[in-house]
């Protein structure tokens, strides 16, 4: 009986973690602007993982070669001012980041747009910006 009980907990914990597990899965994520392209993917850290926040992965891209622009990432974790990803003219920036908010244990909102530094006189382009948020 006893050999019984702890066969049904075992597949009972087992068969939780699998929702866990498909709950936290990896998405794709294309965020593109004319000149700008960022593809990869994007993943809620666990709460008992330490930043809890959304993870990116991905490269950015810089699409016009010719422009002369650089490209960035614009990021925004609750509501915290905006910050910068940095790109580079004519290559390809690798992005591995976990945006979370410190002050808190579970993130529950982050906002990314992907831009092209036009210069201090025309304004940037920018992508719309997307919401990612968790329940």
Partial sequence: MRKLAT??????????????????????????????????????????KVPSGLHVKGELRD??????HNVYLRTRVESYPWGRIPGTQRKNVKVDKVFFDGAVLKTKEVRLQVCRDRGSLRPDNCSPERLFSRR
């Fill in 7 to 48: 066969a049904v907990v075992a597949a009972g914990l087992f068969f939780g973690g699998m929702g866990v597990a498909v709950a936290d899965s990896e998405h794709q994520l294309l965020l593109t602007d004319p000149g700008v392209v960022f593809a990869g993917t994007y993943q809620w850290q666990s709460t008992n």
């Fill in 63 to 68: 699409d016009a070669h010719e422009d002369g």
